[in-house]
């Protein structure tokens, strides 16, 4: 079954709390939370004091997307603030297994994020350890970007690795520029995870919007 995962970013600020319990009302597993720093990103979003406020909200999977550099500096604040599962840039992180190993130790899922021009075969060694691949079909950083086509080829290659090292329970998870039009193709091409920031929270007609997409799906 197909997780959608709605990305708050696009939330209006102002109504935090009742847009995170409007997704879940929606019917949405996932709360995708992403957290830039202005470094490894051109942007500054938020950090764990919010996430920390809107934890006892719901009881969605906190789906964290780390868009920080040396993300492993900040593990123990981001499990501490309610993480289910801490997603780090391959690009961000020098010593990449120890940072993987690092957030299994401390009892969360562990999932690793490729930019649209980082090639899929640089985790060819580490796919096998963990929880999630997520696959950028935009350069992130901001809410509202078209979709690049050839993340399409990508999430194909991820699928394959998986298989091919027996992580059956893998998940695949693509974010960026997903709406109505193309949400069918990233489940087709491999996703079993779907973030959506701008065309979940679209006039802010969130339950309806989060079912359209599912009814894209079917
Ligand atoms: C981009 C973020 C995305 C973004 C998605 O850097 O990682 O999660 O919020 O927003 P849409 O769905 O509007 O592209
Ligand atoms: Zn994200």
Redesign the pocket.
Known sequence: MVKIAP?I??ADFSKLGEHVKRVEKGGAEFL?I?VMDGNF?PNISFGFPIMKAIRPLTDMVFDV?L?IEEPSRYIDEFVNAGADIITIHYEAERHLDRAIEYIKSKGVKVGVSLNPGTSTTLLKNVIKKLDMVLI?S?N??????KFIDYSLDKIKEIKEMARECGNNDLLIEV????GKDNIKDVVLAGANVV?????VFKEEKIEENIKGLREALA
């Open positions: 990305s970013l696009s995708h992403d990103v997307h868009m950028m935009v992130p950083g901001f809410g509202g970007q974010d960026g520029g997903i973030v959506a920031g701008s065309a």
